[in-house]
């Protein structure tokens, strides 16, 4: 078995607000190639957006074509052929192999936030000490009342892996030397090879997790410490996993992501509520109204024991329930990622059926040869997050985590004080400009992890690496708060 993922950077954005001249540090007058409204953005989509019998049974699903001949390889791409990657990627990842461990577990190797390889622990499929990726330096642990065991859980703190695959950590080595031996410029238009992938993956001690539902997560042993030093094994439950991936013509990566169904319900955005009549793993049975049950404070969640999902499928709407006028077609995107998942529910039987897959983001390329695409996350730069009309992000323009980005699914203090153009997404902390000192532009600078790699090779120590972090996030901030 080969060395288990890493978790790539820290869970809160880290954005980046310096400009810097590679084609234009603002987002000057783009053609009509570039912003294509999103009534043109698609073709037009008559039929419903199915999952694919090749697909299963969920023991044979093959990889998804990202290549030459690959649907993406196109000038005119449709909504769903997104959500149809996301799923596929999903299903091939976690399809089950000989030694009972999914394929991810196997095949891809798990590395630290920095992009090294993590030493492997006996009898361990992987290796956890990551507690701080919720977002907003927050940590996020189990409800209690949910049913688990008293007498075994010493700690109900979820915890997170990364993973990369071959295809991304070479090419990473190659740009990391070649951008310290200064044979490549900081600033630099270079892209991830297709085929590129990084997971991040959340995993809880199943004890926390009531005897009768433990069935209902996928659960494998894991090497738990906080040290570095001393290990503890434990049994964990998979809870969710980002799906990040290099598609022809999407050097963004796609940015999917997946969550188990019953950790936490989704913001009513017609009754102005979140509710469950039930305990659920992350949610204490009852309702809760506005941000404090995914606002962290130095104290901790401002109203515990109450995340939820802002918005389901990370597809934003307004107060009373209507979808709000963003860069994305709706309600299309969001039928679609329902149609998919009661798709695929139906076709499964392992269990995987008890995920759901939560929305992607990408952005819009359709007839951009590849220099282009490159120049246009350049140009862009940290407003590539933009969800407003003629902007040219994609798909899930909320789209969150529940156990990643739970205190950064907004970064707004009050409910009514959202709108379409302050939204929180994955490009709002991953885009072309490098949160390292100067801010210099590439679209490598998407992978957080990436950077980090860079700078670890140059002597910084984690710490010194989560300061530079933490100091763009607060610029972002202030930023946003300058509006």
Excluded at 54 to 70: D, I, L, N, V, Y
Excluded at 426 to 446: M, Q, T
Aim: hydrophobic fraction near 35%; aromatic fraction near 10%; charge should be neutral.
């Amino acid at each position: 078995m080969k060395n288990l993922a890493p978790l790539h950077l820290k869970n809160f954005c880290y954005v980046v607000l310096s400009c810097f001249l590679l084609t234009a540090c603002k987002k000057d007058e783009k053609n009509a190639d570039d912003e294509k409204s999103p009534e043109l953005a698609y073709k037009q989509e008559a039929t419903a957006c199915e999952c694919e019998s090749s697909w299963f049974p969920h023991a044979q699903t093959p990889p998804p074509a990202e290549g030459k001949g690959s649907p993406f390889d196109t000038n005119s791409t449709t909504n769903c052929m997104f959500h149809q990657w996301s799923w596929q990627k999903f299903l091939w990842l976690t399809k089950p192999q000989a030694n009972n461990n999914p394929l991810f577990l196997n095949e891809l190797t798990q590395v630290s936030d920095a992009l090294i390889p993590v030493q492997e622990q006996k009898d361990a499929a992987i290796v956890l000490t990551y507690t701080q990726q919720a977002g907003s330096n927050g940590v996020l642990t189990a409800n209690p009342h949910y049913g688990g065991n008293d007498e075994i859980v010493k700690d109900g703190t979820v915890y997170y892996s990364i993973h990369a695959n071959e295809t991304l950590l070479k090419a990473a080595k190659n740009y990391k030397d070649s951008i310290l031996s200064k044979k490549l410029p900081e600033n630099n238009l270079k892209t991830f090879p297709i085929g590129s992938l990084e997971l991040k993956v959340s995993w809880i001690d199943v004890n926390t997790i009531k005897a009768d539902k433990q069935k209902d997560y996928f659960v494998t042993t894991a090497a738990v410490t906080k040290d570095g030093k001393t290990f503890t094994q434990k049994r964990v439950a998979l809870l969710g996993m980002h799906v990040v991936g290099v598609v022809i013509n999407h050097p963004e990566f796609i940015w999917a992501t997946f969550q188990h169904k019953d950790l936490a319900p989704s913001y009513d955005w017609k009754k102005n509520h979140a509710a469950s009549v039930e305990e659920k793993l992350l949610y204490a049975k009852g309702e809760t109204s506005g941000l404090n049950g995914i606002t962290w404070t130095k104290n901790g969640p401002a109203t515990p024991l109450k995340p939820y999902d802002l918005f389901q499928f990370g597809v934003p709407k307004v107060p009373g329930g209507d979808f709000m006028k963003t860069a994305q077609q709706e309600p299309m995107n969001f039928d679609n990622i329902k149609t998919i998942n009661d798709c695929v529910a139906s076709k499964l039987d392992d269990v995987w059926k008890n995920y759901f897959y939560n929305g992607s983001i990408w952005i819009n390329t359709d007839g951009m040869p590849p220099i282009k695409q490159a120049e246009t996350m350049i140009t862009w730069g940290d407003t590539l997050d933009s969800a407003e009309p003629g902007a040219i992000a994609r798909g899930s323009l909320n789209n969150a985590n529940i156990t990643m980005e739970t205190f950064t699914q907004t970064f707004e203090s009050e409910m009514d004080s959202i709108s379409v153009s302050n939204l929180a997404n994955c490009l709002s902390c991953h885009n072309a400009v490098s949160f390292v000192k100067g801010n210099p532009r590439s679209p490598l600078y998407i992978s957080h992890v990436f950077n980090a790699y860079i700078k670890s090779s140059q002597g910084q120590t984690r710490i010194q690496i989560d300061q530079l972090k933490d100091a763009d996030f607060k610029k972002e901030l202030q930023k946003r708060a300058a509006r």
